[in-house]
């Protein structure tokens, strides 16, 4: 299978985006959402992706924003993509002018594919744990069998992935991509570099 591409979430220090980028991270994410242990100001985010090598990706994530949320972080940082974790709209995450992911929470009962065939003009469908009242970066992995053999969209696995079960995720769901946060993680939003090493290698023998 083609390489799986990898995606850090919910970085917070500069000295842990280099090294996600160092170790063969695609993508960092920067989380713009009050309420998370991992959230950034704009002063953190300018500084994390001034320290980043050139070809990495950089993430905004966004739960249910204001539009001028959105706009005053892509005029203060430079944003490659946009991920919208509520309850968005397709216009609503059509109208800033940048690529986007949409993450859905995965539960029994929720038909996936009606759900991205409603958001097809997003760049991959971020699929993750429900649990009531938190929006994501809860731990919590589901049942892989809930997703659909097909979809219309790139599927980007979250939900509780970690050093010990990334080789498994990738063989049951053969994502584009994969998204991780607190399985790398030392305490919340602070990096560890062994889990990240480990995370990362286990992706690239899976995707060999």
């Not at 842990?16 to 100001?41: E, M, N, T, W």
């Not at 992935?161 to 990738?170: G, K, V």
């Amino acid at each position: 299978m083609s390489a799986v591409r990898i995606k850090v979430c919910g970085i917070t220090r500069p000295e842990d985006g280099q090294l996600a980028a160092a170790l063969g991270a695609d993508a960092i994410g920067l989380v713009f959402y009050p309420k998370s242990p991992r959230h950034v100001s704009l002063e953190q985010a300018q500084a994390i992706v001034a320290a980043l090598p050139p070809f990495v990706s950089v993430v905004a994530l966004f739960v249910d924003p204001e539009p001028d949320a959105v706009h005053a972080v892509l005029n203060a940082v430079p944003i490659d993509l946009l991920q919208f974790h509520g309850d968005e709209s397709p216009a609503f995450c059509r109208q800033f002018a940048r690529p986007y992911l949409k993450a859905v929470r995965v539960q029994p009962g929720l038909d996936l594919l009606q759900y991205a065939l409603a958001h097809t003009g997003a760049r991959g469908l971020l699929t993750d744990a429900f649990v009531p009242g938190v929006p994501g970066g809860t731990g919590a992995t589901f049942d892989w069998a809930l997703l659909p053999d097909t979809l219309p969209l790139p599927l980007i696995l979250s939900g509780g992935l970690e050093p010990d079960n990334i080789a498994q995720a990738i063989r049951a769901t053969r994502p584009a991509a994969v998204d991780v946060s607190s399985g790398v993680e030392a305490s919340k939003g602070i990096k560890d570099a062994a889990r990240m090493a480990a995370f990362i290698a286990g992706v690239q023998n899976a995707s060999v």
